[in-house]
């Protein structure tokens, strides 16, 4: 959940090349099926087995919800892999662009929805994450033709803090361990909303900017078109 997700596809023909910059060849290139793009799917498809795991048997059953946490945490794990294969071998395809923010989206959603559903989590805290979740989703698309907003290492904090409060809420804890999940989300709220102002800056930010670049661009043009209009006038006047 880090970034314009650069969920992969391999297979481009081309050397990899550790930790380059992915340019529009890389893009065009890369298969739709590589083990990036398979881990994005695994990921979407782990959500609906997590969510008949945790409500099973009522959605309060410590070994059922145990084995909801186990399919929660390889969903987490996946969304590190993916990316970082992703960054590392220049694996990008348009499917992964949209399709692993939506994984990523689906299976902290489903699981802040049905703790709250139980009763674990207040419905107002559901609220607040997925209300940042995906409007930085969408401000993501909406600025990725000017800019891609990187991933701070803020926003990774916030995906840390969300994944381990979340999978302690997953699990049926008590005592101490109850009263320690309540502050790890508590931590996590906060950084969900000061994270996500920050990336409401930053867009904002390379929107102006990507839109004066255009009007430059525009403006030169439209610059260089009147000069050769004007000199074929003027060669048109000597004969």
Not at 26 to 39: E, F, G, T
């Amino acid at each position: 959940m880090t970034g314009v997700p650069a969920s992969a596809a391999g297979g481009s023909g081309t050397k990899p090349v550790r930790g380059g910059k992915l340019g529009t060849a890389a893009v065009n290139q890369a298969s739709l099926w590589n083990i990036a793009n398979i881990l994005t799917m695994v990921r979407l498809l782990l959500v609906p087995g997590f969510v008949m795991l945790l409500l099973h048997n009522g959605g309060y059953d410590p070994a059922w919800r145990s084995f909801a946490w186990a399919a929660f945490a390889i969903a987490m794990i996946t969304d590190l892999f993916d990316g970082h294969l992703a960054r590392t071998y220049n694996l990008v395809t348009d499917f992964g662009k949209i399709a692993d923010p939506i994984a990523d989206k689906a299976i902290m959603g489903a699981a802040l929805i049905c703790l709250s559903y139980l009763g674990d989590l207040p419905w107002w805290v559901t609220g607040v994450i997925l209300f940042r979740e995906i409007g930085i989703t969408l401000m993501r698309f909406w600025v990725i033709r000017h800019a891609v907003i990187p991933a701070s290492r803020g926003g990774k904090m916030k995906t840390l803090a969300q994944g381990t409060a979340v999978g302690m809420y997953v699990l049926a804890l008590t005592g101490p361990l109850a009263t320690l999940r309540f502050w790890v989300m508590a931590v996590a709220v906060v950084l969900t909303v000061v994270t996500g102002l920050d990336y409401v800056r930053q867009a904002v930010v390379l929107r102006r900017k990507g839109l004066a670049a255009e009007r430059a661009a525009a403006a030169e043009r439209a610059s260089r078109a009147s000069a050769s209009a004007g000199a074929s006038d003027s060669a048109e006047a000597e004969r």
